[in-house]
């Protein structure tokens, strides 16, 4: 399974902020959206990830406050990226080695779309599934003792 196949379930839908925003009103559309990252973007370029990871932490640092902070303090200046051929395992092994619970999908420099961590194990499930489903079917068929002698 490749990341293409998680986007073409998904769907398109990419929320993204600007470096020079207000870390506060990154903050606000993460939660009225009820999303978990904006991909940060400038002048059509990739240029960060913020996810409420380094929003947190930035409140922390300003002792409780966003205040006056802009996306471009907070956010990840080096995000992990895959491609629409990346295979599901790397991913799983892209995200899991660097904590990672969101990676924009690029396509050389257009932005593809953004897989989650949920996006992943939800398609690791339902391959599961679809699988046990394959192989009940598949032993609700077997043949039959009954069958084997008659054919013997």
């Given at each position: 399974m490749k990341v293409?196949?998680?986007?073409?379930?998904?769907?398109g839908t990419l929320f993204t902020a600007h470096p020079d925003e207000a870390l506060s009103h990154a903050a606000q559309l993460m939660a009225e959206r009820d999303i978990g990252s904006l991909v940060v973007m400038e002048h059509g370029d990739l240029v960060g990830m913020l996810t409420?990871?380094?929003?947190?932490q930035a409140?922390?640092?300003?002792?409780?406050?966003?205040?006056s902070m802009l996306v471009r303090?907070?956010?990840?200046?080096a995000p992990l990226t895959c491609t629409m051929e990346t295979e599901m395992d790397?991913?799983?092994?892209?995200?899991?080695?660097?904590?990672?619970?969101?990676?924009?999908v690029m396509d050389k420099r257009?932005?593809?779309?953004?897989?989650?961590?949920?996006?992943v194990a939800k398609a690791v499930v339902d391959s599961q599934n679809f699988e046990?489903?394959?192989?009940?079917?598949?032993i609700r068929d077997w043949p039959g003792q009954d069958a084997e002698e008659a054919a013997a």
């Amino acid at each position: 399974m490749k990341v293409s196949d998680i986007l073409r379930v998904k769907g398109g839908t990419l929320f993204t902020a600007h470096p020079d925003e207000a870390l506060s009103h990154a903050a606000q559309l993460m939660a009225e959206r009820d999303i978990g990252s904006l991909v940060v973007m400038e002048h059509g370029d990739l240029v960060g990830m913020l996810t409420f990871r380094e929003v947190i932490q930035a409140v922390v640092k300003n002792s409780g406050s966003l205040g006056s902070m802009l996306v471009r303090s907070a956010m990840d200046d080096a995000p992990l990226t895959c491609t629409m051929e990346t295979e599901m395992d790397e991913v799983r092994r892209m995200m899991l080695d660097r904590h990672a619970r969101y990676m924009p999908v690029m396509d050389k420099r257009m932005l593809m779309g953004v897989i989650s961590f949920y996006d992943v194990a939800k398609a690791v499930v339902d391959s599961q599934n679809f699988e046990n489903k394959m192989l009940k079917a598949y032993i609700r068929d077997w043949p039959g003792q009954d069958a084997e002698e008659a054919a013997a």
